[in-house]
């Protein structure tokens, strides 16, 4: 006998699907009117922050919760998304039957309020205080082990997105321009990747079902690529004039096109196309950070992934020189050496090679990739990083 679900998921071979936030709201001091954006899915909630990101907003949370009837308990993030904090702040959830979970901060403080909010089925709301990631609109949590900084431990992919992705752009633009700038290298690999996975028809971050664990995926809508496309012509048109009012602590109207980029269309690109070797590279190189001493960030090493993938898939010259020369605009590492890692040793390049080359996301390149494939293409996206910083010096953070 024939299972029918299979059967028509077999049959009808491109299946395609789209996720995204329920919705997305944005504007400069927005915060104090937090209250009334989350009343809609009740009156108690659980918020928490870490501490530094709880001095930045608390008070103007506490103002707006109160003046909009939302009651709440505060807790203070321990600052790593493991299984331990998330059950923590399960548990007090559940104790105090909120109706909603609101994270505040950057990606680790997001990703668990995905979690929480998933297992106690109520609303998520993500309030991103920096631009550094698409974290707050997608459905993934990143899960590391305890304590801070941790090891990574899996990706988890809920059936749900965040309801409410909440972003002030003036915490953002006060944050400062190393956050948004990692934020731009972060998206700035989607479009490769997303075309990595269409060519080799592969499939994007929508499941069919989730329960016990995400089965069967599906494929990119044409508008899929195009999300892609879109967030790399902002990137380029306006990622440096963003980048220099961010130096500044200015809202612009650039910075805001760009929190939108990094934030939003980011997001909805990846979820909707599928990650490739930008991001293969990336985990690649946590393995070795702790050794070196250094805390590259997310989006800076995915950028370095994203050289490393043009140079992979033979890419013309123009097209990494065109990179480079955007991603030094902006203020990101494109060498090794930028990204902190000093005299690297070739066995722990050779490492990073071999883990990038074991994430299951290398799959999405349209022809097998090994690992040595990989270590001459790191090698040798250094050794043009190297010599283009001679020529273009970086620009400082400011
Ligand atoms: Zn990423």
Redesign the pocket.
């Known amino acids: 006998m024939i299972n029918t679900e299979s059967y028509i998921y077999s049959t009808l071979l491109d299946v395609k699907g789209f996720i995204s936030p329920r919705r997305y709201i944005q504007g400069p001091n927005i915060l104090q009117l937090l209250g009334r954006f989350v009343k809609i899915f009740g009156s108690r909630a659980l918020a928490f922050a870490d501490e530094d990101v709880t001095r930045i907003v608390r008070d103007v949370v506490a103002k707006s919760f109160y003046d909009y009837g939302i009651r709440y308990v505060w807790e203070i993030f321990r600052r790593e998304c493991s299984w331990e904090e998330i059950n923590r702040l399960k548990k007090i959830g559940e104790s105090e039957n909120v109706e909603m979970v609101i994270g505040f901060g950057g990606g680790k403080a997001l990703d668990t309020a995905k979690a929480v909010g998933n297992l106690l089925e109520v609303p998520v709301v993500t309030v991103p205080t920096i631009a550094s990631?698409?974290a707050p609109t997608s459905s993934i949590s990143v899960i590391y082990t305890e304590p801070y900084p941790g090891e990574w431990v899996e990706d988890v992919f809920w059936p749900r997105n965040p309801d409410l992705v909440f972003v002030d752009t003036k915490i953002i633009a006060n944050a400062g321009a190393r956050f948004l700038s990692a934020g731009m290298g972060?998206a700035s690999s989607k479009y490769f990747e997303g075309l990595a996975t269409v060519q080799a028809n592969k499939h994007n971050f929508v499941y069919i079902e989730y329960k016990p664990k995400p089965v069967e995926p599906l494929k990119a809508l044409t508008i899929g690529l195009e999300l892609g496309r879109i967030t790399w012509k902002r990137l380029k048109t306006y990622g440096r004039a963003a980048f220099e009012a961010a130096k500044k602590s200015l809202v612009t109207p650039a910075l805001e096109i760009i929190v939108e980029t990094n934030i939003l269309l980011s997001g909805l690109a990846f979820e909707n196309t599928g990650v490739a070797t930008a991001?293969a590279v990336e985990h690649g190189f946590t393995y070795i950070k702790r050794k070196y001493g250094v805390t590259p960030m997310?989006g800076e090493l995915?950028a370095f992934g994203t050289i490393v993938e043009l140079i992979l898939e033979g890419r013309p010259m123009d097209i990494i020189l065109d990179y480079m020369k955007w991603a030094h605009e902006v203020g990101l590492p494109i060498n090794l050496n930028e990204l902190g890692f000093k005299d690297i040793a070739e066995e722990d390049l050779w490492r990073v090679a071999q883990k990038a080359s074991e994430a299951y996301i290398i799959k999405n390149e349209p022809f097998e990739v090994t690992p040595e494939m990989l270590f001459n293409a790191i090698k040798y996206a250094d050794y043009i990083g190297t010599k283009f910083s001679q020529i273009f010096p970086r620009e400082p953070y400011g």
């Open positions: 990631t698409d972060d991001h997310h995915v």
